[in-house]
């Protein structure tokens, strides 16, 4: 089964995306997701000149192979373009071969190991009252966790909550816009919401926060402390991880659980916090780290040390990245939630799927590979429009963590 063709297809339905579609020589083709937010073009640039090249004319039966081939065979390791590019590779390899087999991949990855995906959804307001209201809309729609988000009061922009009416999109075209960050205000205001959160929704529904990388280790660690009555399901990312060893600061004063890993893009990113079970869940995606395979080999790490799954799944990682999630999350027996932000319906025509959602959880579905696809002719009517991630500002001036 021979690769015989490699096209990146560059578009842009409401948002960019970046996606691999591989074809062989029996007339069957995989798709991959390799979008990197604000940094789309040099993913697509590194698979056109760098890796296509070297897939034309291999068995694309070898998927290990191909993947120790990318990651070994360019010298230069790891990093968030090389990995997304990878990824794409091994995703689209995944899922010709589910579809040679006639099979859905989650077959192929040892089969079901729950009936569906259970996910969680994003609540945000401005206001506390207006989160609750927006959390209580998806316990109505039968989720049982919601992530909640609120506008801090006194600073201008926050992360997580959207303009009112819109598709969450923090994405700027043009320059990008710089939020303001006070660290005081977010830590005498967090504790409220959620106190709001608990009284209002009962005990319960799983609760889910984003600190979004902008704390250090002690202030994280009054955070989790803080929210220790209201149970919550995960803190996310309370710290930038560059440097895993500041967890074990968070770990030592706070029950809360401890999520992270969206921005890792491979296990050596995360093999400490893992080893030494300073997290309880693990967010890296097929998309940033490595793809299906070496996501696998991530969780393996992690059920040796009680640490599950909880896949990145924000609307920049694109159907095919959610497709591959779900098969992934379907097998994975340390599975602990994926996170769930539905795409546009522009986005949705132009990526045709088969996972659907029912009563807070999805399944991807049972046709052959990943059961999503790229309609390339409505996909080139969404030209690329080059777009940045916000950049975060102290009062006083000092770049911070967005
Ligand atoms: O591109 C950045 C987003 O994917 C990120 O800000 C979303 O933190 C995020 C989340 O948990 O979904
Ligand atoms: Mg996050």
């Not at 081939?69 to 995703?91: C, E, F, H, N, Q």
């Not at 989160?131 to 966790?145: D, H, I, M, P």
């Not at 989790?224 to 030592?252: C, N």
Request: hydrophobic letters at 40%; glycine letters at 8%; charged letters at 20%.
């Amino acid at each position: 089964m021979k690769i015989v063709d490699g096209q990146v297809i560059v578009c842009s339905p409401g948002r960019n995306f970046v996606t691999l579609k591989l074809s062989t020589e029996d007339g069957l083709y995989g798709l991959g997701d390799a979008t990197l937010n604000g940094r789309e073009l040099a993913v697509a640039s590194y698979l056109k000149e760098h890796v296509v090249p070297l897939l034309i004319g291999r068995d694309a039966r070898r998927i290990e192979d191909t993947w120790q081939y990318l990651y070994k065979g360019a010298y230069w390791r790891r990093g968030p373009v090389t990995m997304a590019a990878i990824s794409a590779v091994d995703t689209a390899l995944w899922d010709v071969n589910g579809k040679a087999l006639d099979t859905p991949v989650y077959q192929l990855l040892g089969g079901a190991s729950r009936e569906s995906v259970m996910v969680y959804g994003h609540a945000n307001g401005r206001t506390i009252d207006d989160t609750v209201k927006a959390a209580s809309r998806f316990l109505e729609q039968g989720y049982q966790a919601v992530r909640a988000q609120c506008a801090v009061p006194g600073l201008d922009a926050t992360y997580g909550v959207g303009h009112a009416g819109a598709h969450y999109d923090p994405t700027d075209k043009g320059r990008p816009t710089e939020s303001q960050w006070s660290t005081e205000r977010y830590l005498d205001f967090v504790p409220g919401l959620f106190e709001k959160m608990r009284a209002e929704l009962g005990p319960v529904p799983h609760l889910l926060h984003d600190v979004h990388h902008r704390l250090t280790p002690i202030e994280a660690a009054r955070l989790g402390k803080s929210l220790e009555p209201y149970h919550l399901f995960w803190m996310e990312d309370a710290v930038p991880a560059e440097l895993q060893e500041g967890f074990r600061t968070i770990r030592q004063h706070t029950t809360t659980p401890l999520a992270v890993g969206e921005v890792f893009n491979s296990i050596w990113d995360c093999h400490l916090l893992i080893e030494e079970q300073l997290i309880d869940y693990i967010r890296c995606s097929v998309v940033h780290a490595g793809g299906i395979s070496h996501l696998r080999k991530i969780a393996a790490l992690g059920e040796v040390h009680h640490v599950r799954t909880g896949c990145h799944g924000a609307t920049d990682l694109s159907p095919v990245c959610l497709a591959a999630a779900l098969h992934f999350d379907l097998a994975v027996h340390n599975f602990g939630i994926q996170e769930y932000i539905p795409h546009t319906e522009e986005t949705d025509r132009v990526f045709p799927h088969r996972y659907r959602f029912e009563a807070g959880a999805l399944h991807p579905g049972d046709a052959p590979g990943l059961g999503v696809d790229v309609d390339e002719a409505l996909a080139a009517r969404h030209p690329y429009a080059r777009a940045y991630l916000p950049v975060s500002r102290k009062l006083d001036g000092t770049v911070h963590s967005w």
